[in-house]
């Protein structure tokens, strides 16, 4: 009998905006995971402790519009007025190298990848309540009173897309370790699947 090796799995990490799916992503990194981090394109602005080339790529409106024409993106979206796209190549040489890749996108551009690589696994973060929610947004100052009510309003919206994952975790304030182990669940009990997921990436 051959020796059993399961498939690299690209895992997909989404949910509404403020939930801490950067937060949940660098925990991973620090625990030193054999996984390849996929670093996003984006037009926004550095968060403070932000690094460009680790948190993000920080690019200006002309240089993202290159990658887009070139066809250098997985997928794009507009998140409150700033451009995020997905490096196709970086993720095309992360999986063929026999790592498992995990990228963090908006619900839309989740819904994006679902079309594209429906063998990608969609984990949906969501905290545990509204509430919740609202208190990390205030915590971060980055919004005023009428954008902290177009967030919510997105939110509710976005928790309408929870059906179109095939796991949901909860983040709770103060169990980020929990959250972390959590997928690390689901990613060990997918490389136990008898029909392993074949990933492959659009040209």
């Known amino acids: 009998m051959r020796e059993f090796k399961p498939n690299p799995l690209l895992v ?9 799916k950067d937060t949940v992503l660098k925990a991973m990194k620090a625990g030193g995971f054999p996984f390849h981090f996929v670093v996003t394109m984006t037009t926004r602005p550095p968060r403070p402790g932000e690094v460009n080339g680790e948190d993000y790529i920080f690019v200006s409106e002309e240089e993202f519009n290159k990658a887009l024409r070139s066809g250098a993106l997985l997928e794009n979206a507009v ?15 992360a999986v063929e190298s026999g790592k498992d890749v995990l990228m963090r996108v ?30 990390r947004l205030k915590i971060r100052h980055t919004e005023d009173e009428e954008a902290l009510k177009l967030r919510l309003s997105k939110f509710r919206e976005e ?18 370790d929990e959250t972390v182990q959590t997928i690390l669940a689901i990613i060990k009990a997918e490389k136990c699947r008898t029909k ?8």
């Open 196 to 203: 392993q997921r074949k990933v492959q990436i659009p040209l």
């Open 106 to 135: 908006d619900v839309q551009g989740a819904r994006t990848l679902r079309g594209l690589i429906p063998e990608a696994v969609f984990i949906f973060l969501v905290p545990s309540s509204e509430e919740e929610l609202l208190r």
């Open 79 to 93: 998140v409150y007025g700033h451009h995020y796209g997905v490096p196709k190549e970086q993720v095309r040489k």
């Open 159 to 176: 928790m309408e897309s929870l059906s179109e994952f095939d796991y949901v975790v909860v983040n709770a304030d103060g169990k980020l």
């Open 12 to 20: 997909i990490i989404s949910g509404p905006s403020g939930v801490g």
